[in-house]
Structures are given as C-alpha cells and as structure tokens.
T-cell receptor
Framework: ETGVTQSPTHLIKTRGQQVTLRCSSQSGHNTVSWYQQALGQGPQFIFQ???????GRGNFPPRFSGLQFPNYSSELNVNALELDDSALYLC??????????FGSGTRLTVV | RKEVEQDPGPFNVPEGATVAFNCTYSNSASQSFFWYRQDCRKEPKLLMS???SGNEDGRFTAQLNRASQYISLLIRDSKLSDSATYLCVVNWGNTGKLIFGQGTTLQVKP
C-alpha cells in the first residue's frame, strides 16, 4: 500500500509568480484535503476534494485553487504569490473522511 | 475565540515524568477528534483518535469531555523520543474539514 506522496519537496518562487503543487493520494482513498502550515502554527485548512468536486473550503482567497483527477490525485495552484504564502503545504487523503494520512509536504519559499 | 485552542508551551519535562496537554474546541457539532504528533519539519502523524469513553494506547491516554468541549492527552513515563509537537485536531462538524490547534511543544530532557 503506497502512502501519500507530494511533489516537489522544496520550491523557491518569486513574488507574483504562479505555482502548482501535486499530491498522489493513498491507494483506495477518494478524498484529498490541502493545508497550509506557517512556521510555528498548526496546519490551516485550504480546501477538500471528494470525487473530483470541491466540497469544503477554508478562509483562503480565490487565487488558491485546486483540482482532483479521476485517479484521485490532486493539484494545488496558487496565483500571484505573496511573501506570506511561504509555508509548508500538506496534502492529506482519506476514504470518505475516515482516517487521514498526510504526505510529507512541499516547502514553498516566496522571495 | 479560536476554533481549536491549545497551550503552545513549550513543556520541558525530565524523562519519566507524566505530562498532560489540554485542548478546547468551539464547534459543539463536531464528532471526531484526534491527537497528531509532528516532528520538526515533518508531516503530522496520527497518534490516536479520541473517544467519549476515553482511550489508552500504551503510555498515552486521551479523554474527551463533550459537555465542556475539552480534549486531553496524558503521556506517562515520558521518553526522550516523545519530544515533538502535539496537535489537537477536530473534524469540524464532521465535514471532513480538519481544524488544528496551534500545537503544544514537548521537550523531554535526560
């Protein structure tokens, strides 16, 4: 059984650029959630996808968007990057909300 | 009021000590609760789910008080390897949206 994998592991972008982060969910999981974790804080919920539809969103602006594909993998896109977007981005997968497994995250630095 | 509140610590304890972490949540409709452990620069990993009846896993005991909207984690006989950040997590209104507390940092010293 494969776990949740995220890519890339580290990324440096310039303010104003766009970024795409990727997540492969655990085998058999149909729900993917994305979280942003700033230094010294707990993860903050960005949004969740279930069977390719967004079914929950946190307090993040529209420049944070996502997709879920038929194989349940997912992307997080962030447009017009700001310095405050620098954080660890975590993806978690579950089977219809039962038990959440996290990937090791993508550390994004915006300069 | 924060949705999930924890004392950030740090808690500095000697090996063998017993330490307790507390957490409160504001959404009374929530039904699922968890403690996650996060090591420095790593992803959170599930430590244990929390049930109304209380549950124990070795040296770890979790308790839930729905009336007070309060969750606790007790660690007995602390080990050096227990040093980490412990995150209180609530499945918000059972929506699948996990709300994390800020985390409580534990440092166990020899």
């Amino acid at each position: 059984e494969t776990g949740v994998t995220q890519s890339p592991t580290h990324l440096i972008k310039t303010r104003g650029q766009q970024v795409t982060l990727r997540c492969s969910s655990q085998s058999g999981h149909n729900t993917v959630s994305w979280y942003q974790q700033a230094l010294g804080q707990g993860p903050q919920f960005i949004f969740q996808y279930y069977r390719e539809e967004e079914n929950g969103r946190g307090n993040f602006p529209p420049r944070f968007s996502g997709l879920q594909f038929p194989n349940y993998s997912s992307e997080l896109n962030v447009n017009a990057l700001e310095l405050d977007d620098s954080a660890l981005y975590l993806c978690a997968s579950s089977l219809a909300g039962r038990g959440y497994t996290f990937g090791s995250g993508t550390r994004l630095t915006v300069v | 009021r924060k949705e999930v509140e924890q004392d950030p610590g740090p808690f500095n304890v000697p090996e063998g000590a017993t330490v307790a972490f507390n957490c409160t949540y504001s959404n009374s409709a929530s039904q699922s609760f968890f403690w996650y452990r996060q090591d420095c620069r790593k992803e959170p990993k599930l430590l244990m789910s929390v049930y109304s009846s209380g549950n124990e896993d070795g040296r770890f005991t979790a308790q839930l008080n729905r009336a007070s909207q309060y969750i606790s984690l007790l660690i007995r006989d602390s080990k050096l390897s227990d040093s980490a950040t412990y995150l209180c997590v609530v499945n918000w209104g059972n929506t699948g949206k996990l709300i994390f507390g800020q985390g409580t940092t534990l440092q166990v010293k020899p």
